[in-house]
């Protein structure tokens, strides 16, 4: 979480150029991951084995390529980064501050005016 600099001026260097029809490596991965794991149930199904083998077969293939395909790996790596990461934040309270109420009105017995001049 220590970047400086904008979050909306990302190096050149980093561009991805498409590879396949102008879809990126992550994307053309992202792909085939989502149709492994559609081919894969459906090989399922057909041989007539247990329900729950397809879902757990869908459930393995198919998110880690879409959130790899999707660039979302980075946000979530930085994220898990930043809430695993013991942080020492300082903040700023007003324990030690004085009471200034009142400060701002006149005490018994003093006036604006001078006597001394009138």
């Known amino acids: 979480m220590n970047k400086l600099g904008s ?12 590879v396949v029809g102008g879809a ?3 994307q053309v991965l992202m792909m085939l ?15 007539g084995l247990p329900d729950i083998l397809m879902y757990v077969m869908l459930l393995v293939t ?3 390529s879409a959130i790899y395909g999707l660039k979302k790996d980075e946000t979530l790596k930085e994220l898990l980064r ?7 934040r300082s903040y700023m309270t007003d324990n030690e501050m004085e009471d200034t109420r ?4 006149q005490a018994k017995g003093v006036h ?7």
């Open 62 to 64: 198919i998110p880690p």
């Open 7 to 18: 979050e909306f001026f990302k190096p050149i260097d980093g561009f991805e150029r498409g």
């Open 82 to 88: 930043f809430k695993l990461t013991q942080q020492e």
């Open 102 to 105: 009142g400060n701002f009105t």
């Open 33 to 47: 991951g989502i149709f492994l794991g559609a081919g894969l149930s459906t090989l399922i199904i057909v041989l």
């Open 24 to 26: 990126t490596w992550r």
């Open 112 to 118: 604006e005016w001078n006597d001394e001049t009138l």
